[in-house]
């Protein structure tokens, strides 16, 4: 009973949340309905449960095909968004960010933009591998004649450094990067291979 009362209030939010959209939204495009939720990432959102443990595919298979068109294209949007801001997508989880948003505007409704909800729910998707991988690339590119010691353990050192501290508080402000990546430096040990590298210098110049 708790169960129907549950799956009951999320259609009827749903519905009445589409019922006020439907004026903002502009006229669903004339592609099938299956073709909207059926690929990409849609097709994994659907998979999902809620924050109720409602899965999605069997809520949006309830709804008139207009609303489930016009949600699931707002939510395609948001995931295109991020994949397409270049090293955003190395920071960020696009699909996180894609559930969330569908989470976020099913609870509040469409009285909020966007980019409100967008950022809000970013804080709550970073993406810890590839903010490491990027991290580890970068520090590898810079550091490649610098390093006397191991490269390899100093740029992991470096890349999951930051990959922590970003995503206990993420951000894509350049100058806090800088920050992290300074600190990450610092933390792996920088200065003293600094050191390193300039009595490795002197040694070499004796002997020219």
Known sequence: MIT???NTKFIVGLMALFIAICTVFTAAPAYAVEDAVNRGPLNFILEQENKDGINYRKVFDQLPEDIRVDLMIETEQQYNQCTSKGSYSKY???QCIAIKFLDKRIEIG???ASQHIIRD???ECPYPAGIAGISYQKCEDMF???IVGNLEEFCTCVANSISKN???RPSMHSQYISFLNG???TECGYQEEQRNYRKLEKERDIYR
Request: with cysteine; charged share 30%.
């Open 4 to 6: 129907m009362l549950k």
């Open 92 to 94: 960020y989880d696009c």
């Open 110 to 112: 469409p009285d909020m």
């Open 121 to 123: 729910v970013t804080l």
């Open 144 to 146: 490649e004649m610098d």
């Open 166 to 168: 970003f995503s206990a």
């Open 183 to 185: 600190r990450a430096m």
